[in-house]
């Protein structure tokens, strides 16, 4: 990206999200919340705690896997994004937008939870519709009511990870991103333990 591009695209950042972006992040929450709700519809107890193999997640794990991510994003990333500092001189934020969009739901890489986010079955599937709903809805509220969250950034592995260290940061528009991007990934799990030729019919 050339000095110039850089200047613009850092200024641009520091003006707040243009209704655009507003916009894409809205669609991206509804999509992920969509989506669940179609993977888990009508299932029954059995289905809901399935396991293909014992190194496979139930769809009950899954999502309080999916649960997880969501509260972390809301709690302590949220806490720490609001005193972090901005972005640094040239910070491409379009890219990383593009890759939190694209790349983050691709299930071809897998990468294993890290032990604090590993589920325990503690969530019956009532309970977790609840939660997800909640959490849904708290997550448009961050997203609504923070005119500041392209002006922070903090370490985040998912954007190393993928981006194989060219990014090491991300905003709090693009921690919005990443979470929906994380349960439409997990949505995608969830439908292939269903499509297990063991799955129960009832």
Request: charged fraction near 20%.
């Amino acid at each position: 990206m050339s000095t110039i591009s850089s200047g613009v695209a850092t200024a641009a950042a520091a003006q707040g999200l243009t209704e655009t972006e507003l916009r894409q992040a809205r669609v991206f929450l509804e999509e992920a919340k969509d989506g669940v709700a179609g993977a888990i519809l009508r299932l029954t107890d059995a289905q809901w705690n399935f396991k293909p193999a014992a190194d496979r997640w139930s769809i009950a794990e899954i999502m309080e896997h999916v649960i997880f991510v969501q509260e972390r994003v809301l709690g302590p990333v949220r806490k720490q994004l609001a005193s972090a500092p901005p972005p640094p001189p040239g910070y491409d934020y379009q890219a990383v937008d593009r890759i939190a969009l694209n790349q983050f739901v691709n299930r071809v890489n897998k990468f294993p939870a890290p032990p604090f986010a590993l589920p325990s079955g503690k969530y019956s599937r009532g309970e977790a519709v609840e939660r997800y709903t909640a959490n849904h809805r708290g997550l448009l509220e961050y997203l609504e009511s923070t005119p500041d969250l392209r002006q922070h950034v903090m370490e985040a592995m998912p954007i190393q990870v993928i981006s194989q260290g060219v990014y090491k940061v991300m905003d709090g528009y693009q921690w919005i991103l990443a979470c929906a991007a994380h349960t439409q990934r997990h949505t995608k799990q969830i439908l292939e333990v269903a499509a297990d030729r063991n799955f129960p019919l009832n």
